[in-house]
């Protein structure tokens, strides 16, 4: 079937704008996560659901930054006003069951500019 | 607190072995995944490890040594395809994934 994908792709932004990226996990997926990548870096870890509830929003830098994922499937990735900082890549991924070593599929991201 | 440590860049020639190396201090430590990224595309899963020991998977290979916080990853018959870079990623009991700043490798003819 479909890997995960993410939308839009690409995405500039005016500094102070609001935007929203969306992750279509693998169906069937219990899991999904969100990481932010800046160039050069390796994935951080932003937050993660089982199903639909979030159970652990460490990592969202702050309170600018919201997620969602209302029916256990589709997610949402809400940055209120942007900064500069927010510039990244944001990568979504899924993984089939809850389990700390189950593997994790990743899409293909959405490259975040603002300006 | 949590660190993983790789190499920032390698190099290595097409046919060729090359062993990435990854350091990790974290707390609950549970398995230890590398992934590979080409660049501008997303990380895709070559391999974990949960117990000490050697995974080979074909040309891959990753190794681990949970007393010494220790492991790597082992490609052999380099190909051109293999320029990319390699993500060290920790598993922990919380469930999420910490990753290292990723290895930039550059196979060369």
């Known amino acids: 079937g479909a890997g995960v994908s993410q939308s839009p792709r690409y995405k500039v932004a005016k500094r102070g704008q609001d935007v929203a990226l969306r992750c279509d996990p693998i169906?069937?997926?219990?899991?999904l996560f969100w990481y932010q990548q800046a160039l050069g870096q390796g994935p951080e870890f932003l937050t993660y659901?089982?199903?639909?509830?979030?159970?652990?929003k460490s990592g969202l830098p702050s309170d600018r930054f919201f997620a969602e994922r209302p029916e256990g499937s589709v997610s949402t990735l809400k940055i209120q006003r942007t900064q500069q900082e927010d510039s990244a890549v944001y990568l979504c991924?899924?993984?089939?069951?809850?389990?700390?070593?189950?593997?994790?599929?990743f899409g293909p991201g959405t490259r975040l500019t603002v300006l | 607190g949590q660190n993983i440590d790789q190499p920032t860049e390698m190099t290595a020639t097409e046919g060729a072995i090359v062993q990435i190396n990854c350091t990790y201090q974290?707390?609950?430590?549970?398995?230890l995944f590398w992934y590979q990224q080409h660049a501008g595309e997303a990380p895709t899963f070559l391999s974990y490890?949960?117990?000490?020991g050697l995974e080979e998977k074909g040309r891959f290979s990753s190794f681990l040594s949970r007393s010494k916080g220790y492991s790597y990853l082992l490609l052999k018959e380099l190909q051109m395809k293999d320029s990319a870079s390699y993500l060290c990623?920790?598993?922990?009991?919380?469930?999420?994934?910490?990753f290292g700043p990723g290895t930039r490798l550059s196979v060369l003819p």
């Open positions: 659901f089982q199903n639909e509830a979030q159970l652990d």
């Open positions: 490890n949960v117990l000490d």
């Open positions: 169906s069937g997926h219990v899991s």
């Open positions: 974290t707390s609950g430590f549970n398995g």
């Open positions: 991924a899924s993984s089939l069951a809850g389990t700390s070593l189950d593997t994790q599929y």
């Open positions: 990623a920790v598993s922990n009991y919380g469930q999420n994934f910490v």
